[in-house]
């Protein structure tokens, strides 16, 4: 995030430089903010994205009197600052500890179905996610229903045994529909919690992909389907959704390798962007390396 916080700190230096002065004419404050909005745009922040950052910036320095000697350049800080915070905190948060919980209440297993295309860091999430549950004292069933990739069997689970969950899995090539429902069905007979169930991922969102990730949800009736998305994809991150979105429904979204965008404009714009509650931020390659989505987190990264 550092390019990110350079361009508003720039932004506020500029500008709080002119308020000195005099006070800034509403013809003043548009030519700084397109200049912002530019800056924004170079550091990979969405077109709309950078769009709305800026308007919420321009409302708040609209029609705000500073009296000259005041500090402007902490005004603008403290102005940007709260017109990200206000956009960060519009993002839902989803909690998903109190999920489980609350599905538990009712019945057992609780199903979770992950979708995500190839590298964006979904069997990682799903071990990450796993290793929570477990720590929180749930039982846990792995579900390998991606028959597609080779390797993507034998990683699921090498995740499982280092972690210490349950996995289950099948052949290549064998129905992953099938294989979420042998999951489940070892997990209601053993009295596991929850049942996580990886499914394929393709390099791009394609209408095979679709078609079995529609029957999977068909026979496992998830109570929930988690997109992964990865932060640096931005505007491509966006565009995932609404194929995953269109085909098969989503419920949350988990983000990932928030921690990996050397500009910060990428990740802004897919956490602003995203549009569906975001369960967590993917912020390494380590088992703990998962934080529940938290504007105030978020801005600190910015701000660091
Ligand atoms: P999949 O193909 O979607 O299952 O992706 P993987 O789980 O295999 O992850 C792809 C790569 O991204 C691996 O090298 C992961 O260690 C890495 N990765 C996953 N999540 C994160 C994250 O939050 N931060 C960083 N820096 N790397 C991540």
């Known amino acids: 995030f550092s390019k990110i916080k350079k361009v508003l700190q720039d932004f506020a230096q500029q500008i709080s430089e002119a308020i000195l002065y005099r006070t800034l004419s509403e013809k003043e404050i548009d030519e700084y903010c397109n200049n912002l909005f530019i800056q924004l745009i170079e550091s990979d922040v969405a077109y709309d994205v950078a769009e709305k950052i800026v308007n919420e910036i321009k409302q708040q320095l609209m029609g705000k009197k500073i009296r000259r000697g005041d500090d402007a350049k902490n005004y603008i800080d403290t102005a940007v600052e709260k017109s990200l915070e206000e956009m960060l905190k519009g993002v839902g948060t989803f909690k998903l500890m109190n999920f489980v919980k609350s599905v538990l209440a009712k019945e057992k297993p609780v199903k979770i179905m992950f979708m995500g295309v190839n590298g964006v860091g979904k069997t990682t999430t799903i071990a990450k996610i796993a290793h929570i549950l477990k720590t929180n004292g749930f ?135 995203v549009g569906k509650p975001i369960a967590y931020l993917g912020v390494g390659q380590g088992y703990n390396d998962l934080i529940e989505y938290d504007p105030a987190i978020v801005l600190k990264m910015l701000f660091r």
């Open 139 to 273: 039982k846990v069933v792995v579900a390998a229903a991606d028959t597609f990739r080779a390797g993507a069997q034998e990683q699921l689970k090498k995740h499982a045994e280092r972690i210490g969950v349950t996995f289950i899995g099948g052949r290549y090539g064998s129905d992953p529909a099938a294989i979420a429902f042998d999951a489940i069905v070892y997990a209601q007979k053993n009295n596991f919690d929850v049942v996580l169930i990886d499914t394929a991922g393709r390099m791009h969102v394609d209408i095979d992909l679709m078609n079995e990730l529609r029957k999977v949800a068909r026979v496992v009736k998830p109570h929930l389907k988690l997109l992964v998305l990865d932060a640096l994809t931005g505007n491509d991150a966006l565009e995932q959704l609404k194929g995953f979105e269109e085909a098969v429904g989503v419920d949350v979204v988990v983000l990932t390798k928030v921690d990996a965008d050397a500009n910060g404009g990428a990740a802004l714009t897919t956490i602003i962007g």
